[in-house]
């Protein structure tokens, strides 16, 4: 669990070059709504293959604290892009679509229905409408930039911005420093501003007049309860200690990793920083936000052709 909407800043690379997939099904909905109950059940009908459409499912050592499959269900049915992501690395919305495009040419879905489900919206959008091209940036600019927002912060980027690039100044908020550094490090790969890039589309990788695409739409209070049931069960299932050993690594605390909900909280609890019943209260409370936030987000960037279905609705798509 994490962030709704994935990294509207980094939309690198696209899926051009392949033809889209057809009559694939994409299960959209907030946290804890059973998305996967309901791609396991699908995968089983159809002989599917799953595949994650959730920003922070990608990265290993999170199994827990980002509600990952069960082993035993990843073992029954074949599930890709979960897990395969250094904790270390900032993954996009491009490298997301880029590993899709990777899997449909190696034959990953040859005969296979692939079923995409996630919380992830712009992963979504992605699929079904592609991405613009973006330039390669060096790791030598990329660090530079991300070193500049932690010692001068965003506010003094975003003045460096508007110097250099006013357009994409006034489309980014002062606070927002992942887009102003994602701004400011393709105008210095490339020479060009951002905007010259998102110009162009690229190609998606699902075909969306064949596709099925469901959206679960739970009642709140009922998905309140789940969410405060799943996280004891996650505490069950070792969500502090999987804190504990993300913590050991010292990773840079703006990587997207660590923003895993529950994951500070716990460890915060873990140095005797809150008590921990209150850091439990604070991961509920944050998870019901975040769904909050995906439901709010399906509900205005989907459009008519996405089917809403109740939480544990039977669907049949014959």
Not at 2 to 17: K, M, N, Q
Request: aromatic share 6%; proline share 6%; with cysteine.
């Amino acid at each position: 669990m994490g962030e709704p909407l994935g990294e509207p800043w980094d939309i690198s690379g696209s899926a051009a070059g392949r033809r889209p997939l057809k009559g694939a099904i994409l299960i959209a909905g907030p946290t804890a709504s059973g998305k996967s109950a309901l791609a396991l059940k699908l995968a089983r009908e159809t002989g599917g293959v799953i595949v994650n459409a959730d920003s922070m499912q990608v990265y290993a050592g999170l199994r827990v604290l980002t509600a990952r499959p069960h082993v035993a269900d990843e073992a029954e049915i074949p599930h890709l892009l979960y897990g395969h992501v250094d904790p270390a690395e900032s993954y996009s919305t491009g490298r997301y679509l880029r590993d899709v495009s990777a899997l449909a040419g190696d034959g990953a879905f040859a005969g296979r229905t692939a079923i995409f489900v996630g919380g992830t919206g712009l992963y979504f959008r992605a699929l079904i409408q592609g991405l613009s091209e973006m330039p390669e940036v060096p790791e030598e600019i990329r660090q530079k930039w991300r070193a500049a927002a932690r010692e001068e912060g965003a506010p003094a980027l975003h003045r460096l911005l508007g110097a250099r690039d006013p357009a994409a100044a006034a489309a980014i908020h002062e606070a927002d420093a992942q887009r102003i550094v994602r701004a400011l490090e393709v105008l210095e790969a490339s020479g060009r501003p951002i905007s010259h890039w998102q110009k162009a589309a690229g190609a998606p990788a699902v075909d969306a007049d064949s596709a099925r695409l469901l959206v679960i739409e739970p009642d709140r209070d009922e998905l309140a309860a789940r969410i405060a049931r799943r996280f004891d069960a996650m505490l069950d299932e070792g969500a502090l200690e999987e804190a504990r050993a993300i913590g050991a690594c010292g990773l840079d605390p703006a990587l997207p990793a660590i923003k895993a909900i529950g994951l500070r909280e716990l460890l915060a609890a873990d140095r005797g920083e809150m008590p921990f019943e209150e850091a439990v209260e604070r991961a509920k409370t944050a998870t019901r936000q975040y769904a909050k936030r995906q439901m709010t987000w399906f509900r205005t960037q989907f459009g008519p052709e996405w089917r809403r279905i109740a939480m544990g609705e039977a669907v049949d798509l014959r």
